[in-house]
């Protein structure tokens, strides 16, 4: 099934091969458009995943501050997640709508 986000009906990132864990949807880096994607300062720590860092997600016509996280070097558990991406703040995440 392809995953889609979605901020402002812009699609910002599209694959067949998101990793779900924690029920986010992790999408692999080369499926993201970068574009949209501006690094953030923030960063936080996961007990078990180990520390994210954030980009703000900006379309035309809106921007969503730390609405994409990543983790650079995630812990051994946490591997399936390397080089992906998630997202929330405002970015639907959800199957591609039927007929596309």
Known sequence: MKMQAVLNGV????????????GNHYF????????????????TTCGWKGVA???????PGTT?????????????????????IAFWKGVTVAPEPEGD
């Open 64 to 84: 969503s501050a730390d609405a994409a996280w990543y983790y650079p070097t995630p812990s051994d558990e946490a591997r399936q997640i390397t080089d992906r």
């Open 11 to 22: 699609i910002v990132a599209e694959s067949e091969d998101t990793v779900v864990v924690e």
């Open 28 to 43: 692999p880096r080369g499926d993201v458009n970068a574009d949209y994607l501006e690094p953030s300062e923030t960063h």
């Open 53 to 59: 860092s954030y980009y703000t997600v900006s379309v």
